[in-house]
């Protein structure tokens, strides 16, 4: 009897150990967690609502409402400069459902480091027939399903089939974007409109820019360059594609693309 007394409280005294470890290991990972997102002071930006728990069971707060507020539906303002702690916990059981690090910068009109490829003229509009003015692309698993996507677009606009929807030059540059791409960049794709296939315009810079609303977005200044005297101009429509690289941070931050064009002196 006392030896099964004694096995008993060696048992109780093993399931108390890993029941410790076991908090300690949920309390780590609470920590570990903990996602670093940045913002402008003025600027609106939408946190992701936790996966498998229904939005209106989430309690969002801020530790610090003067540099970050949020509201129940996960958006968060930058109100002053400064760092605040986000935290989404479930409203009954109290648990920590997500964690954010939220730095709140001044805003400063600045150029964007960015490489830009773009595309020969072609007279589809090819995010014009996706219904966007522009993509942003952060996965290999979503430049996939905007490739899927494309070429059913393609298809199903009559310009030919899906063997012809992979020749395109738009098609290819998608495919030319591998996994590895995405562990530190992000991908907008943007479209311009050109009144002639015989036109063509020089990139400028990119330029990171804020509205009175406090919405940031970048604007890709661009420059029609000057044709050679008695350039026969094909009075056609003409499209070209922009493939802007970012690093992903960057990415995050803006909200939306924008093109000036200007006419070369």
Not at 93 to 108: G, M, P, Q, T
Request: with cysteine.
């Amino acid at each position: 009897m006392k030896k099964i007394q004694k096995i008993v409280s060696i048992l109780l005294a093993i399931c108390l150990c890993i029941g410790i470890q076991a908090t300690a290991m949920i309390t780590t990972q609470a920590a570990n967690d903990t996602q670093t997102k940045c913002l402008y002071v003025k600027q609106t930006l939408t946190l992701p609502s936790p996966k498998g728990v229904a939005k209106n069971q989430v309690k969002w707060s801020s530790n610090n409402k003067k540099v970050v507020s949020v509201t129940q539906k996960g958006s968060i303002t930058g109100r002053k400069k400064g760092t605040a702690i986000v935290k989404a916990v479930h409203k009954k059981d109290k648990k920590v459902l997500a964690v954010y690090k939220v730095n709140v910068k001044k805003f400063k009109e600045t150029k964007i480091a960015a490489k830009i490829k773009v595309t020969k003229n072609s007279s589809k509009g090819y995010l014009k027939l996706l219904n966007k003015k522009y993509y942003v692309i952060s996965s290999k698993e979503q430049m996939e399903q905007l490739k899927k996507q494309f070429c059913q677009s393609y298809v199903e606009s009559g310009l030919g089939n899906e063997a012809q929807c992979k020749k395109t030059e738009f098609y290819k540059k998608l495919s030319g974007y591998k996994k590895a791409f995405f562990k530190k960049k992000s991908l907008c794709i943007t479209e311009h409109m050109l009144s002639s296939s015989g036109q063509s315009t020089k990139i400028e810079k990119l330029i990171r820019k804020q509205n009175a609303k406090g919405k940031v977005y970048a604007q890709l200044h661009l420059t029609y360059q000057k044709l050679p005297a008695g350039t026969n101009l094909v009075t056609q429509v003409a499209y070209q594609n922009y493939f802007i690289e970012l690093d992903k941070a960057e990415a995050e931050v803006l909200q939306n693309y924008k093109i000036l064009v200007k006419k070369e002196k």
